[in-house]
């Protein structure tokens, strides 16, 4: 079980930047894949980006491809997903969330799989 703790977003003009980092608990953050998802008002948790235990894979939704990067620092048990070029319809609350797994390249897209998540952290983009 890992404890995460979402920080760094805010009210921003379209165009502008954010960067978000989730902080995880525990001495075994290198164990666990990480995603960011987001979810608007009246839709459903979506995907947005994830990236592999050691880091070294990483995957995006084609809505953000381009314009995101998810990066970790494991020896500071964070992850974080630099936002550019932001948009009024990226407007949601982010979450982090942590899935343990074996394999170290290992991607996940399916909130499902996710057993920790954090709280959530507002992004709103200002038209």
């Known amino acids: 079980q890992v404890t995460l703790v979402e920080s760094g977003g805010g009210l921003v003009q379209t165009g502008g930047s954010l960067t978000l980092s989730c902080a995880a608990s525990g001495r075994t953050f290198g164990s666990y894949t990480m995603g960011w998802f987001r979810q608007a008002p009246g839709k459903e948790r979506e995907f947005v980006s994830g990236i592999s235990r050691s880091g070294g894979s990483t995957d995006y939704s084609d809505s953000v491809k381009g314009r995101f990067t998810i990066f970790r620092d494991n020896a500071k048990n964070t992850v974080y997903l630099q936002m550019n070029s932001l948009k009024p319809e990226d407007t949601a609350v982010y979450y982090c969330?942590?899935?343990?797994?074996?394999?170290?390249?290992?991607?996940?897209?399916?909130?499902?799989?996710?057993?920790?998540w954090g709280q959530g952290t507002q992004v709103t983009v200002s038209s």
């Open positions: 969330a942590a899935a343990l797994t074996f394999q170290t390249t290992t991607i996940i897209s399916n909130p499902r799989a996710y057993a920790n």
